[in-house]
């Protein structure tokens, strides 16, 4: 069974950086691909980051390139999102999610187990 926890989120500053963490409480984290999105307000979720079983392999949305950097550690049963020079158009809910395969994916509909969610706020 999977159950992820999201934390590190908060309320910083644009120009900030805020590192989450998404920890699961089972015994199968390194069986799963691992990824990121976020839902702003009256938006879609759209993908931020992913990362494969071994964290060998990572994919990134374009905006996010450069400023984001997604990691895990599967020692620690936790996969990470390091945030650099937020934007206020970053402020979102961000979820992590699993997908039961090696590879990883940037299309949500591919991810079977979701996170409950973290509150990121970028003020400008």
């Known amino acids: 069974q999977v159950h992820l926890v999201e934390s590190g989120g908060g309320l910083v500053q644009s120009g900030g950086s805020l590192r989450l963490s998404c920890a699961d409480s089972g015994r199968t984290f390194r069986s799963y691909a691992m990824g990121w999105f976020r839902q702003a307000p009256g938006k879609e979720r759209e993908f931020v980051a992913a990362i494969n079983r071994n964290g060998a392999i990572t994919y990134y949305a374009e905006s996010m390139k450069g400023r984001f950097s997604i990691s895990r550690d599967n020692g620690k049963n936790t996969v990470y999102l390091q945030m650099n020079s937020l934007k206020p158009e970053d402020t979102a809910v961000y979820y992590c999610?699993?997908?039961?395969?090696?590879?990883?994916?940037?299309?949500?509909?591919?991810?079977?187990?979701w996170g409950q969610g973290t509150q990121v706020t970028v003020s400008s």
């Open positions: 999610a699993a997908r039961t395969a090696t590879g990883a994916s940037s299309s949500y509909a591919d991810y079977d187990y």
